[in-house]
C-alpha cells in the first residue's frame, strides 16, 4: 500500500512541479566561481571571503514540496547544524525573481529562516538569477560543496531518492553528509556529482 501511495505521490508530483535535472554550468573538479551577494540582513558576502573553509551552497524555495521534505521533519536544520558547528560556511541561495514562487522580501525570509529554525550561515538575495545561471543551478534543493582550496567537490542533489515523501529520508544516501565527511577526514568523494532533483529554479 505504502509504494502505491509513493507511485500516486510522485505522480502528482511530476504533473504540478517537473522533476528538473542537467548539467551544471561548472564541472566537479574545477575552481568554483567568484560571486558577491547580498544576505537578507543587507549583508554582503563573497566566495573569496570564505578561503579555507568547506562551503555548501543550497538553492532554496520554501514554497516548493521538495524544499519541504527536508525542512518539514528538521533534515536540512540539522545537517545545516552540524556542518555550521564544525566551521562549515553555509549559504542558502534564493534565485526566485520577483513575481515567481519562493520570491520573498528579506523580511519575509527572515520570518521564514526563523519559523523553521533554519540553520544557515546565510539566506542570499539572488533575484537577478545571476550566480543560480553561474553555477547551473536547476532545481530547488540543488547543492554544491566547495572545499578550503576554492574547488568544488561535489554538485547534485541532497540524497539519493528523489520525491517528496519525507519517509524516504531515512532510506537514502545523503550526498551531503557523505561527501563532507569524506573530505573533511582528507579522504575522497566517492559520489562527486548526481542529478539534482526537485522544483525548476524560478528565474
Not at 78 to 93: A, G
Amino acid at each position: 500500500m505504502r509504494n502505491i501511495k509513493k507511485i500516486l505521490s510522485l505522480a502528482t508530483v511530476f504533473l504540478l512541479f517537473q522533476i528538473t535535472v542537467g548539467h551544471s554550468a561548472i564541472k566537479t573538479g574545477e575552481t568554483a566561481p567568484e560571486f558577491t551577494l547580498i544576505d537578507t540582513y543587507e549583508a554582503e558576502h563573497s566566495l573569496s571571503n570564505y578561503k579555507g573553509k568547506f562551503v555548501v551552497l543550497e538553492w532554496l524555495n520554501h514554497d516548493c514540496p521538495f524544499v519541504r521534505k527536508h525542512y518539514g521533519n528538521g533534515n536540512m536544520q540539522s545537517l545545516q547544524k552540524t556542518y555550521t558547528e564544525k566551521e562549515v560556511i553555509w549559504l542558502s541561495i534564493s534565485s526566485s525573481a520577483h513575481g515567481n514562487q519562493g520570491h520573498y522580501h528579506p523580511e519575509e525570509a527572515n520570518q521564514l529562516t526563523q519559523e523553521k529554525q533554519a540553520n544557515p550561515t546565510a539566506v542570499l538575495l539572488d533575484i537577478e538569477g545571476t550566480v543560480g545561471h553561474l553555477y547551473g543551478a536547476k532545481t530547488t534543493p540543488h547543492i554544491f560543496i566547495i572545499n578550503p582550496e576554492g574547488t568544488l567537490i561535489y554538485q547534485g542533489a541532497i540524497d539519493s531518492i528523489p520525491g517528496t515523501d519525507p519517509a524516504d529520508i531515512a532510506e537514502a544516501n545523503n550526498y551531503v553528509q557523505l561527501t563532507l565527511d569524506a573530505a573533511m577526514a582528507g579522504n575522497s568523494v566517492a559520489t562527486p556529482s548526481t542529478q539534482s532533483y526537485g522544483c525548476s529554479v524560478k528565474y
